[in-house]
């Protein structure tokens, strides 16, 4: 099951969520408040992400590869967990001194999602959204790799 765990464990380190929306704000967040409001985005749709990921592996064994369809199933399902997160943090007024690494991160993740969707079995070479989850930690997110 090494592959279904490495599937599962990205599922888990996609999970988006939070507040979808214009840009309301007229003046930034302090870095330590957009820190935590977007970890927060993260971590509430961890669920989400799970869930997915059982749904779509429900009959892979521990020491089998979910098929073709399966992932195919599991790209579907997080493709709007992913987006939702997109959406959540570009919705917020990040501080300026972040701007350029939450753009960053923002085009790197929705580069790797529309990648992963255009070819789900990308999802069986590790973590296909790598370079988000890079980007994530270079802004200090703990709960969002």
Same mark, same amino acid.
């Given at each position: 099951m090494?592959?279904t765990? *490495?599937?599962v464990?990205? =599922? *888990?380190?996609? =999970?988006? /969520?939070?507040v979808v929306?214009?840009?309301?704000?007229?003046?930034p967040?302090?870095?330590? &408040?957009?820190?935590?409001?977007? @970890?927060? #985005?993260?971590?509430q749709?961890?669920?989400l992400? *799970?869930?997915a990921? @059982?749904? =779509?592996?429900a009959g892979?064994?521990? !020491?089998e590869q979910p098929s073709i369809?399966?992932?195919? %199933?599991?790209v579907?399902? #997080?493709e709007p967990?992913? &987006? &939702?997160r #997109? !959406?959540?943090i570009d %919705?917020?007024k990040?501080?300026? =001194?972040?701007?350029?690494k939450v753009n960053?991160?923002l085009?790197?993740?929705q580069?790797e999602?529309?990648?992963l969707?255009? !070819?789900?079995?990308r /999802?069986l070479?590790g @973590?296909?959204?790598? /370079?988000?989850a890079?980007?994530?930690?270079?802004?200090?997110?703990? !709960?969002?790799?």
């Amino acid at each position: 099951m090494t592959v279904t765990v *490495g599937v599962v464990a990205v =599922a *888990g380190g996609l =999970a988006f /969520g939070g507040v979808v929306g214009a840009r309301v704000a007229t003046k930034p967040m302090s870095e330590k &408040q957009w820190r935590k409001t977007t @970890n927060r #985005i993260c971590r509430q749709t961890e669920a989400l992400a *799970g869930e997915a990921s @059982n749904q =779509a592996f429900a009959g892979v064994g521990p !020491d089998e590869q979910p098929s073709i369809e399966q992932l195919a %199933a599991w790209v579907a399902l #997080i493709e709007p967990v992913v &987006q &939702q997160r #997109i !959406d959540s943090i570009d %919705a917020l007024k990040e501080p300026t =001194a972040l701007k350029k690494k939450v753009n960053k991160l923002l085009k790197t993740t929705q580069s790797e999602l529309a990648a992963l969707v255009a !070819d789900p079995s990308r /999802g069986l070479e590790g @973590n296909p959204l790598s /370079g988000a989850a890079l980007a994530s930690k270079k802004l200090g997110l703990k !709960d969002c790799a």
